[in-house]
């Protein structure tokens, strides 16, 4: 890959498994709000209120984890967040009491939360010279984990019952010990990639740069059409699913 070396390449994979094992646990989730029903006796205002959980605390508060991993290197926030967000799934298989799931879910969003600033960042920094491509490869663990969470998840439950969501939480267990062995390597890694950037650029280049800007005018309309996408979908992966197998009569 132009402008990555090997070492970079195998921590820029790493980060896209740790973004899998993150996301598969919020891709899980609507498919498993049928067996919640059908299990637990939910009905679509408990329901909701679950999506509501993954959801609204953990995007409030995420900002709060970029500030930080913006002021420092916190690599085991990550390792963290991945843990969290799998053993607190993995603990809806093990609870009947709906403000327990409630509590569980409302971690594992918060978790999530947690894994995605400092990852993003480190991302940044072991792509030097590639950032594009290695943002697309870190995104691929993340559609990979919301497109093969609902096929887990069903997996799970139809044959182990629900308790075999305890699968997500060995595979985090697994997934954050490797996080945590990696994170001195890595950060090793983008203050290496940081000093050969700095010393590519000479004092009379950076002084010729404009200096940098927010656009919050640009920054709004992101965040509105970011938040009319989320509405939609996080919609339609809650709902759509029970509409087909109370209406239409399909099998979980």
Known sequence: ??????????????????????????????ALLPFF???????????AGLMFASSFLSSIIQPLFGYL???????WFMAVGVFFAGTSLALTGFFSDYWLIFTAVTVM????????????????????????????????????????GPLLAVFLVTTFGMHGLAFYGITVICMSILLLIA??????????????????????????????????????RLFLVILFRSTVFTGLSSFLPLFCIQALGTSE
């Open 109 to 148: 969003g918060i978790a999530t939360s947690i894994f995605h600033p400092e990852a993003a960042r480190c991302v940044n920094g072991v792509s030097q010279g590639a950032r594009g491509k290695g943002m697309s490869i870190f995104s691929v663990g993340g559609n990979g984990g919301f497109g093969f």
């Open 183 to 220: 994170a001195p390597h890595l950060r090793r890694a983008i203050e290496r990639n940081k000093r050969a950037v700095a010393a590519k650029s000479d004092a009379g280049t950076a002084a010729d740069r404009p200096a940098a800007t927010n656009d919050w005018h640009a920054f709004g």
């Open 37 to 47: 029903v059908s299990f637990y006796g939910m009905d679509y205002t408990a329901i």
């Open 1 to 30: 890959m132009k402008g990555l070396d090997s070492l970079n390449k195998k921590y820029l994979y790493l980060l896209a498994a740790a973004h899998l094992s993150n996301d598969i646990n919020t891709g899980s989730l609507p």
């Open 69 to 75: 991993a913006d002021k420092g290197s916190r690599q």
